[in-house]
């Protein structure tokens, strides 16, 4: 069935450095979602890509998909306290249900 | 408050036991979600409802496991004869539409724990 993988599972950086998660599926995907989930917290969404190539920017965060549909990336420049939290990609293929990775876990040293 | 709410946010419960979980979607919400999340993971899909129709059900899921949303609006998770491995945060989700661009909102969840 679809998967989706994510790396890696853990990050720590000191705060000001800059941070990556990619996701990876095994099969073409329609769409790419992202969701934080700050500790204790539940799943929220932050963005959706659709289009091969997409790239979309948030503030300090910026979500790429891939030409494939295949594979995703966040990056976040300049890390603060407040990106703490766990991101999740999630794959969707055609009109089913969304399949989540497994997440990257984001601490920060002040 | 508008959002998803479940309940009861935490169950204990002991090995054996039927436990029974309540999601309340957002109103106009048509599709309501169920996943489970251990520590370290990803949510993982359980079963979902488009209004009071249960269109898919996860084939991890055991029989012991029922979900109902009989006037399209709540539902109900049940877990009969619950095991240890069932401890895990129950998320609920819904959402407006369905197709590529439908995205969920979740609940805070429950967190169960058995002993």
């Known amino acids: 069935g679809q998967q989706v993988m994510q790396i890696p599972q853990y990050q720590h950086v000191q705060e000001g450095e800059d941070f990556t998660t990619y996701c990876n599926s095994s099969?073409?995907?329609?769409?790419i979602q992202w969701y934080k989930q700050r500790p204790g917290g539940h799943p929220v969404f932050l963005i959706q890509?659709?289009?091969?190539?997409e790239v979309k920017k948030q503030k300090r965060l910026t979500f790429q998909f891939g030409e494939a549909k295949k594979n995703s990336s966040l990056h976040i420049t300049a890390t603060q306290t407040t990106d703490v939290g766990t991101y999740f990609c999630a794959g969707r293929l055609g009109a089913q249900k969304l399949v989540f990775g497994q997440g990257t876990r984001l601490t920060i040293n002040p | 408050d508008t959002g998803v709410s479940q309940d009861p946010r935490h169950k204990i419960t002991k090995r054996g036991q039927n436990v029974t979980f309540r999601c309340d979607p957002i109103s106009e919400h048509n599709r309501l979600y169920w996943y489970r999340q251990t520590l370290g993971q990803g949510p993982e899909f359980l079963t979902y409802f488009q209004n009071e129709a249960q269109l898919e059900k996860s084939r991890l899921l055991s029989d012991r496991f029922s979900a109902e949303r009989p006037k399209g609006s709540f539902s109900t998770l049940e877990i009969q004869r619950t095991e240890q491995g069932d401890s895990a945060m129950y998320l609920c989700?819904?959402?407006?539409?369905?197709?590529?661009?439908?995205?969920?909102?979740f609940g805070s969840g429950t967190q169960l724990s058995v002993l």
């Open positions: 890509l659709v289009k091969s190539g």
């Open positions: 989700a819904s959402s407006q539409g369905q197709g590529p661009n439908e995205k969920l909102f």
């Open positions: 099969t073409t995907l329609s769409n």
